[in-house]
């Protein structure tokens, strides 16, 4: 009986000392333990904001407060900041502006905004150029592709096959991008001579295509998720590709 209560008490005091550790730490997938980082927000009623860094090996967690709300967060290939997007003002009047947040410091660096919404950065492979779109019109009635270089200078918009290119996503060779067009097409574009190729098109106007992403051997999904929702125009629609 005393040896069970041992390691009863063993076994409690184990889950104790593990309380500041992420549970990620003790999972393995496949007999191989977890590695690298993994990034999250958290925030409280939407009012604070913070971000939670995990090492995934040891399960040791930092987190760094924010004074602003940030969404679409991506690591820098060197590991040493977030790009994300910041968005402050009250509702209907917000602006969105993309932004480096350093892990050392905690410090946002805005990017200078050309658009009153600008979002949903993400690095090329080699950390050269982000990839993003923005709203812009005075109803925010169209969105384009943009790049620019990784320290946010020189802007360059995108041709864009359709009314609204959201969402972009990197090919692991960095030489073409795939995005969605109007909620109804996934579509690839070659960085090199501008050419766009339609992947997959949904004719079924219940239905929206959204989010696309290549495999790491760089081949777009097979099947694209359909989410069935109604059909939105203006301010609700560019709201809800938030």
Same mark, same amino acid.
């Given at each position: !009986? ?10 409690? !005091? ?12 003790? $999972?393995?997938? +496949?007999? $191989?333990? %977890?590695?690298? &980082? %993994? ?6 009623? /939407? +009012?604070?904001?913070?971000? $939670? ?6 399960? @040791? ?7 602003? &709300? ?6 820098? *290939?060197?590991?040493?900041? %977030? ?28 990017? +200078? @905004?050309?658009? &009153?919404?600008? /979002? ?40 864009? *096959? ?13 030489? @073409? ?10 579509? =690839? ?11 997959? &098109? =949904?004719?079924?106007?219940?239905? =929206?295509? #959204? ?9 777009? *999904?097979?099947?694209?998720?359909? +989410?069935?929702?109604?059909? /939105?125009?203006?301010?609700? #629609? ?5």
């Amino acid at each position: !009986m005393r040896h069970v209560f041992a390691c009863g008490l063993a076994c409690f !005091m184990l889950l104790l000392s593990g309380c500041e550790r992420a549970p990620t730490a003790d $999972v393995a997938l +496949e007999g $191989v333990a %977890l590695h690298g &980082q %993994l990034s999250y927000i958290r925030d409280r009623n /939407m +009012e604070t904001f913070e971000i $939670v860094i995990v090492d995934l090996a040891s399960g @040791r967690q930092r987190t760094l407060a924010v004074p602003d &709300q940030v969404a679409a967060m991506d690591f820098a *290939p060197d590991g040493t900041h %977030l790009l994300g997007h910041v968005t402050v003002g009250d509702v209907g009047q917000t602006m969105r502006t993309l932004t480096k947040i350093d892990f050392g410091s905690a410090e946002h660096s805005a990017f +200078e @905004r050309f658009h &009153q919404n600008e /979002m949903y950065p993400r690095y090329s492979p080699d950390g050269s150029r982000i990839a993003y779109f923005a709203w812009v019109g005075e109803g925010t009635e169209r969105a384009y592709l943009y790049l620019r270089d990784a320290d946010g200078s020189n802007p360059r918009r995108l041709d864009c *096959p359709g009314k609204v290119c959201a969402h972009p996503r990197w090919h692991p060779d960095g030489d @073409r991008l795939i995005y969605h067009v109007d909620d109804t097409k996934i579509v =690839e574009t070659s960085l090199n001579d501008n050419r766009h190729t339609v992947l997959f &098109q =949904e004719d079924n106007l219940g239905r =929206e295509l #959204r989010h696309p992403f290549y495999s790491p051997g760089g081949a777009p *999904p097979i099947t694209v998720g359909v +989410e069935a929702a109604p059909r /939105m125009c203006g301010k609700a #629609r560019s709201a809800a590709l938030t």
